[in-house]
């Protein structure tokens, strides 16, 4: 699982918009370029001279542990973006829910957690606010409702669907709602007093109607196929298509990658269903035509020479 270490710092939402993608294509090259660099540059040490875990300490306690059907605190309170005290189990009870973790003056892995959930819902044919409720919420109590309607205002604009306003909610909370939530999700995160910086993981999740996470994806970029068969798993199979059905027959969530994998043998035994009806199909059309074929010839022997046409 990457962790991210990022400077916090106010920033316009135009300047965001303007730099998002500029920023994406900087943060896969920094990690492409550390993935391989690193241990070329490192000098060799033997397993005995190997610690234990080489990370800055402030990284040591900072991840997401997998808690899949955890219930989230759904009587926590936090504020909506009006500055309305609303309880988190609000959103739920109708429609799975994302929910996303990320505060909203955070000028880079946040936000680029948030770019690519809006880039991948926008081309999912389901609607938030319909078929699924976005809910964030922000890890940093200095947050107020204000920062949170101003994050909200240009997805929702982005989104550029009717209804997104409100299905996408941007909430901000105090230190224990907070923790509890965090907590729930085995988000650990620390703040740097000295640096003014949060260190945090970055990862959406996918919870059932009742409240209890059933999906976690990780990294910036979520793949449209794995968020949609997320979702249609956490309702039960209530929404989706047949189709969408037999894609879960074939593809299972693999909760060590945070993704949807395709199923070797589902897929031969679908292989082989689907090889079984086309011959069927092949040989009922072929029997019926040669039925037709006989039939025309026997009325034809029994109407005898004088009843043909001359």
Known sequence: MRVFFRSESRRGSSGRARAARPRRAAVRTLLFSLTFALPAALPAQSPEATPRDARPPILRDVGIEQRLGQPLPLDAIFQ?????AVRLGQYFGKRPVVLVLAYYDCPMLCTEV?????SSIKTLSFDVGKEFEIVTVSFNPRDRPSDAAAKKKPYVDAYHRSGAAGGWHFLTGGSG???RITNAVGFRYKYDESQGQFAHAAAIYVATPDGKLSRYFYGIDYAPRDLRLGLIEASQRRIGTPVDQILLYCFHYDPKVGRYGAVVMNMVRMGGVAA??????FLTIMWRRDRRRDAKILVRREAGPEDRPS
Do not use: C, K, P, W
């Not at 909506?80 to 309305?84: A, L």
């Not at 948030?114 to 809006?118: D, I, S």
């Open 80 to 84: 909506d973006e009006s500055g309305r």
């Open 177 to 179: 709602s907070i923790e």
């Open 114 to 118: 948030l770019n690519g959930l809006l």
């Open 276 to 281: 079984v009806l086309i011959l069927s199909t």
